[in-house]
């Protein structure tokens, strides 16, 4: 019977770590000049079910040099306010949560197409075929109660590493990417019971567009499969297969300042774990090497 109840609770479990490992994001393998540096702030709501959640989030990225091709080093800082109603054998259940969530830390470097350039030098760049690899990580350090189903915080940490590659098309880009998610486990899931997950595998490509202005749109597409989850090492959860289109617009108000728009939508899911969400965000930039 606890075995069953955990499941159908598992079931309803609606965390960020989720909406962080089934993120869609254009233009992760790009060049920039050394010494960049970008500051990003901005606000996305998710849904899942009956689950809502709104994350107010910003991050720092500083681009270097990495054995003479560029590299990028990023922070991330989450806050979620997590509320929605489930029902487990015909109850309803209220669930609530708010606080920090888990920080990401994430390197990113390119392997081929992307030198290290200064700011005059990056002036007459022109982008061919980019390859890249990264590797992500979050910090168990978000709010998290044993006792409820549904938190902000996952105490756990999830690990990406992930490879790419972009290939320029005129005024196009066409992105391919592929990641894995690696999680460790929770031992105190809902009191003194360990919650552990098998590795999730996706693929992702984008289309992407740049207008005479610097504005450019993409295309998202991303395939999740993997995850199966395990309480006590009874499998709770089935392994998850899901699809998931997006678009996104980054739109500059000058050479420092751009506003990003995103929107993405779950249109399948094996275990009923899909979500939609929209977002928009500021980007300010400074810095480089002349």
């Known amino acids: 019977m606890l075995a069953a109840r955990l499941c159908l609770i598992f079931v309803l479990s609606f965390s960020i770590t989720h909406v962080q490992a089934q993120e869609i994001e254009a233009r992760a393998y790009s060049n920039a000049p050394i010494g960049m540096n970008f ?12 689950y809502t959640l709104h994350t107010q989030a910003v991050s720092l990225t500083h ?25 487990v054998g015909g109850q309803a259940i209220n669930a609530s949560a708010e606080g920090l969530s888990d920080p990401m830390i994430k390197a990113s470097v390119n392997l081929y197409g992307a030198p290290a350039l200064s700011n005059s030098q990056f002036r007459d760049y ?9 590797i992500a990580a979050t910090i168990p350090w978000g709010e998290y109660n044993s006792n409820q189903m549904i938190n902000v915080g996952a105490n756990r940490s999830l690990i990406q590493p992930a490879m790419g590659l972009s290939q320029a098309l005129g005024p196009w880009r066409l992105e391919l990417a592929s990641m894995a ?18 590795p999730i595998y996706s693929g992702e490509t984008h289309v992407i567009y740049y207008f005479p202005n610097t ?5 998202d597409a991303t395939y999740f499969t993997g995850g199966q989850t395990y309480v006590n090492g009874i499998p709770v959860n ?36 899909s979500y939609n969400a929209v977002g928009i965000s500021w980007q300010y930039r400074w810095g480089g090497n002349h």
């Not at 091709?69 to 109603?85: D, H």
């Not at 504005?215 to 295309?219: D, E, I, R, T, Y």
């Open 215 to 219: 504005a450019w749109v993409s295309a």
């Open 238 to 273: 089935g392994t998850q297969e899901n699809w998931r289109f997006g678009s996104t617009l980054s739109y500059p108000i000058d050479k420092q300042n751009s506003i990003r728009l995103t929107g993405s939508k779950g249109v399948y899911s094996r275990t009923d774990t």
């Open 126 to 134: 022109q982008q061919d075929l980019i390859i890249g690899a990264s």
């Open 39 to 50: 500051v990003t702030g901005g606000i996305a709501q998710a849904k899942s079910g009956s």
């Open 181 to 198: 998610t690696i999680y460790t486990s929770n031992t105190n899931y809902l009191g003194n019971n360990t919650l552990s997950q098998s």
């Open 63 to 87: 681009v270097i040099d990495v054995a003479g091709q560029s590299g990028r080093l990023t922070l991330a800082l989450p806050y979620g306010e997590l509320s929605g109603t489930g029902h």
